[in-house]
């Protein structure tokens, strides 16, 4: 007994110290149990691994990685298998370069949820300091003078896109847009509305300019001639939307 505890309290060697322990190689997601049958298929990693992939650059979207990762894994199913499960096990393969490498540096056995790794994730890559620029690129929103209505509502709203938790309500949204587009598009969107956008909705106003891009794009109008002053539009073309809108 006596040697035993001698032998427990033994100085360890050097080599102990640089050997490499399995242990300590731990992943940092504690996979939920699944059947001893389960299986995910080499064709399914290796889409993922060539089609949907995060690097943690800053030009890419960790909302849209995060929107896309779960389209593709809701293409597929395994029987007695949650989702949650499924996408514990392969969030990890979408990674690469120095996303990969912040994965590998958090604690094993940390995240024990989904949930718990979309926050950590997006805590990492859409921290408070982007939220807020994207917020002041939204309310900074301005038409530029060679935009169409259409373009300029579709570029609007992939800022939105971009900064889902952005906090803006929707009539702030409109007001936003409708003060950010030049004086000829405003009077089109009012002449639409029936003489002002304020007598409807905030929804019914998104409504109204969605109808009415979709219109511009299904009828697009040609570009202003050299030398025409930007923003004025052609009083036919906008008796014509308005006459499709109506």
Known sequence: MEDQHQ?????????????????????????????????????????????????????????EHIEKFLEICDTFRFNDVTNEAVWLRLFPFT????AKSWYHTLPPDSIRTWDELQKKFLSKYFPPAKIIKLRNAISNFMQEHDEQLCEAWERF?????????????????????????????????????????????????YVLIEEMASNMYQHPAKRSARGRVAGIHNVDHILALQAQVE
């Not at 322990?21 to 060539?50: G, T, Y």
């Not at 990674?95 to 120095?98: C, E, F, P, S, T």
């Open 95 to 98: 990674l690469r370069d120095r």
């Open 157 to 205: 709203k992939e800022q939105l896109r971009k900064c889902p938790n952005n906090g803006i309500p929707r009539w702030m949204q409109m007001e936003i847009f409708y003060h950010g587009i030049i004086v000829s598009t405003r009077s089109l969107i009012d002449s639409a509305a029936g003489g002002t956008m304020n007598k409807k909705t905030p929804n019914e106003v």
């Open 7 to 63: 032998e427990e309290g033994a100085e360890k060697t050097m080599e102990h110290y640089v050997q490499s322990n399995p242990n300590d190689q731990r992943s940092a997601i504690v996979r939920p149990e699944v059947p001893s049958n389960f299986e995910i298929k080499p064709q399914i990693l290796s889409m993922i691994q060539n089609n949907y992939q995060f690097g943690g650059l800053s030009n890419e979207d960790p909302n």
